[in-house]
């Protein structure tokens, strides 16, 4: 039987954040020149560049097919640059990365709980440890109550809390995501923006977000990267003055449709 949708916490709301993992805030990362051809000849990136402050929300926007996945598996290390770099700067070297992707492919066979250990078994992590990070994760996305429940019995946007849990427990410093609301309802969606800017904010993770949807990056991102038509690069990058405070109703003030405004102009789009 599938569980109804879950409010979840919203911003400013919620159980405590505990506090990001060593370094988390220290996480810098650096595009510089990245080019990704592919042996038929595609070139699906040229000369993408884009500077990443620590703690900062980025947000890559364009049409289909400019290359904004390719780029943000470049940068996870999931795919290789043909010419250019991605450098990471702050302590520790390459950062702890999460990758949330637009599937939340989880175990059918595996309860919510043993699917936000996944990551940490794989990583030989001992079940103890791995479990009270779970625990902790589940309750940071509002599922503290369904961590016995089968994916099977989840709604849609409760599977993608559950996908971003997976992610937490591994207290990564750079978070990655990858249209990952693009299959949920509207209103689903806002609640997990919702989520996700209260979690990125509080524990300071850098972030870059991939989508297709205007507002949405508008409402996540410090600053919008807006990408040409492939081969992919970086035509524009437009700041986004609104703070680490984001409550939903921001969606609705003037100021908010002008800056999503002036990012589809430069799309050539309607925003």
């Known amino acids: 039987m599938l569980v109804s949708e879950e409010p ?3 911003v400013g709301t919620g159980p405590p954040i505990p506090p ?5 805030s220290g996480v810098t990362v650096s595009v510089r020149g990245v080019t990704r ?15 990443i402050a620590a703690g900062e929300m980025v947000a890559l926007v364009g049409p289909s097919g400019c290359g904004k996945s390719t780029l943000l598996k470049i940068v996870a290390g999931l795919l290789s640059a043909t010419d250019g770099e991605v ?4 302590p520790g070297g390459r950062p702890e990365i999460g990758y949330v992707f637009q599937d939340p492919h989880l175990l059918p066979w595996r309860r919510t709980l ?4 996944l990551f940490l078994e794989v990583d030989g992590m001992k079940k103890a440890e791995r479990r009270r990070r ?13 961590e016995d429940a089968y994916p099977a019995q989840l709604s849609g946007g409760m599977k993608m809390r559950v996908s971003l849990a997976r992610t937490l427990a591994t207290d990564p410093q750079l978070m990655l995501f990858d249209e990952p609301f693009a299959a949920v309802d509207e209103i689903t969606r806002h609640r997990l923006n919702n989520d996700l800017i209260r979690l990125q904010r509080e524990r300071h ?5 991939v989508t297709h949807s205007i507002t949405e990056s508008v409402f996540l ?3 919008v990267a807006v990408m040409s038509p492939s081969p992919g690069r970086i035509v524009d990058v437009v700041d986004v003055p609104f703070g680490d405070e984001r409550p939903p109703s921001l969606r609705t003030t003037p100021e908010f449709a002008a800056v999503a405004r002036q990012i589809g102009e430069i799309m050539g789009v309607e925003a």
């Open 134 to 146: 779970a625990r902790e994760a589940l309750a940071l996305v509002g599922l503290a109550d369904f």
């Open 221 to 223: 991102a410090d600053r």
């Open 87 to 90: 450098a990471f700067g702050g």
């Open 8 to 10: 979840g916490p919203t």
């Open 114 to 117: 043993r699917n936000v250990e």
């Open 205 to 209: 993770v850098t972030g870059v977000f």
């Open 20 to 24: 990001p993992g060593p370094d988390a």
């Open 37 to 51: 051809q592919y042996r038929s000849g595609f070139v699906a990136l040229q000369g993408a560049d884009l500077e």
